[in-house]
């Protein structure tokens, strides 16, 4: 299993992906009937909305699926202090989630972003594991930032509200690269990290709690008769 995947998979609980990508479809709808059916305006302004409804209901979803599993989760401020930002931290992880209009579609530009990107910088020195010369960094030296991304298909073409096609829904998990090529160093399907929980032991899953046997024996006593207290 790839590095970073085997990383991603022990340090987020499964649960924490299974959730967002159920969600998704929901979540979704609700953004377009909360643009388009319970504010009371024109359809121009609810297409205007909609980006930010959507976007602040899926970062709601994102904060409740990482505090479901136990994660530190922060919202904090992007640098223009045009919006806000969830942030998930689990074993030096830390991943935010983004809309774009296609899975391979590299995050808008931001100077956090930008930051946080910088930090990946030694992802680029051993892509290739076969040809290594010396031994892999530690993973854990410094944070990884991964970008949680999704979206899908909103066809608005001549109808009051658009229609939604939950075919072309995807969610992704990216690694952004150090070098300001816009480019993705590791991009995930969702489906490919909820199976990678498969490949490794139950015990050493992020999220998997040891269960304290509590059993205590039982002395046996003579049928018919009965133990005092």
């Keep these: 299993m790839d590095i970073l995947l085997d990383r991603l998979v022990r340090a987020f609980p499964e649960q924490f992906l299974l959730r967002l990508t159920q ?8 953004s377009v009937e909360a643009a388009f059916s319970i504010l ?5 302004e609810a297409m205007s909305v909609l980006p930010h409804v959507r976007r602040g209901l899926f970062e709601a979803e994102v904060r409740r699926a990482g505090e479901a599993c136990g994660l530190d989760v922060s919202d904090s401020a992007h640098a223009g202090e045009n919006c806000s930002c969830v942030t998930v931290r689990a074993d030096g992880l830390v991943m935010t989630a983004h809309y774009v209009d296609g899975p391979g579609e590299f995050v808008r530009d931001a100077e956090s972003r930008k930051q946080n990107a910088a930090v990946n910088e030694w992802m680029g020195e051993h892509c290739d594991e076969r040809l290594l010369v010396r031994p892999l960094p530690r993973v854990g030296r410094k944070p990884i930032y991964l970008n949680l991304l999704h979206g899908g ?38 489906l490919e990290i909820l199976s990678a929980y498969a490949s490794i032991p139950v015990a050493q899953a992020a999220g998997a709690r040891e269960v304290e046997d509590k059993a205590q024996p039982r002395r046996k006593t003579p049928q018919g008769s009965r133990e005092k207290a």
């Design 153 to 190: 298909c909103f066809d608005d073409a001549g109808r009051a509200k658009p229609t939604l096609d939950p075919s072309t829904f995807f969610l992704r998990v990216c690694v952004p690269a150090a070098d300001g090529s816009r480019k993705y160093v590791r991009n995930w399907n969702a």
């Design 40 to 44: 009371q305006w024109g359809t121009a």
């Design 23 to 30: 969600r998704q479809t929901p979540v979704y709808q609700l």
